[in-house]
């Protein structure tokens, strides 16, 4: 037994040597393939990682005190970063073009056309913030009637003055001018104006922006009356209905009608309206004097064209900025304005080959409403081109 029980301990010590012999083996083996392979790497040096921590965007929010923090993906800082050894560089690409190189905090993308103080606390600047926005194309010549118009608009307005006739110090006698903001440039239009001094980020505090003519009577109107009325009836584009004895009253759709508070359709002369959702049917006011809110604004601005200052056309077109605008564009007849037709910008042209001043100006008004025409009816096509969709077919489904 004693003989049995050496032979089978003798067998166990073999065994565990041998396995031990085989680990070892293996772990050299091991270590050798892994330095062979680790050799076949170029050198590396951990000095060039560069980790790329999450970058947190800080915006403003328009309620005082309140900042918003939204997270910015690495998509957002450009590769010129990511590959510069300095990481007190800053680009986020999600910034306003141009903008990049600053922190989001610092941004100041809006600004306002509130007068300032030159001197004490910036926060102290403003005893009131006006919550809307009037603007008037005017010459000297209408200084009684424009008096008259401003003094419908309550000190919730901004007046501002746009002066065709580059005299400003003339509207001195008025207590209100000495509020109200005056720009001058002779010979201009209220869209040459509006297309570069009333930019979106500009006016965006007011709720509501009123581009008027200066030829206005305005016996029966109130305008925070008016405010109250596009509010209830959620007009995004509006104007006031027009008196029946005004002079160029052309359109059913402006003329006032007695029996309502807002209107949003009528009925026109027999083939003018191919839908009676379209202008000028419906989704249609004049250019006299229109009434925007903020948001409309922002895009009837990009459809203003530059080089077209008469903004004859856009009219028709200010549907394509509100949806559904035969719901959100109507004319407000509880208060009514009467367009007066008095002779004032028109007179401002060249007389040339014998034609009167006010005859060239006409004449470029009817060739700008072709060129407006034609360029949104191209750009319509091309969008619909870009994107595979049969223009033709769409029209003749609608």
Known sequence: MDFEKSKRKRNSDRRKSTECTTLIATITVGIIFGFCI????PAFSPSKIKLISPIDTYLWDKKPGHLNVISASKSDVS?????????????????????????????????????????????????????????????????????????????????????YDGKTTEWDEFEWSKRAIHISVAKQTKWWYAKRFLHP?????????????????????????????????????????????SRGLTWQMTRRRGDHEVHKETEEKPGWCSDPHLPPCAAFIEIMAPVFSRDAWRCVWHLIQNDLVHGWGLDFALKKCVEPAYEKIGVVDAQWIVHQGLPSLGNQGNGENGKQPWQGVRERCQSEWKMFQDRVSDADKDYYKSIGVDLLNITTAH
């Not at 200066?214 to 209905?241: C, T």
Request: a negative charge.
């Open 38 to 41: 680790g050799a076949s790497f």
């Open 79 to 163: 590769k010129e970063v990511q590959n510069h050894d300095d990481p007190s560089k800053i680009w986020v690409s999600s910034n306003p073009r141009g903008a990049e190189r600053l922190p989001p905090a610092i941004l100041a993308v809006e600004s306002d056309l509130y007068p300032r103080r030159l001197f004490g606390k910036p926060s102290e600047d403003l005893t009131i913030e006006p919550k809307y926005l009037v603007t008037f194309t005017v010459g000297q010549n209408q200084k009684p009637n424009i008096d008259k118009a401003v003094k419908s608009f309550s000190d919730n307005f901004t007046i501002l003055l746009f002066h």
């Open 201 to 245: 980020d500009i006016v965006a505090p007011y709720d509501y922006i009123f581009v008027w003519d200066e030829d206005l009577g305005v016996d029966h109107f109130n305008a925070e009356e008016y405010i109250k009325l596009v509010r209830k009836h959620g007009l995004e584009i509006s104007q006031p209905g027009l008196d029946p004895s």
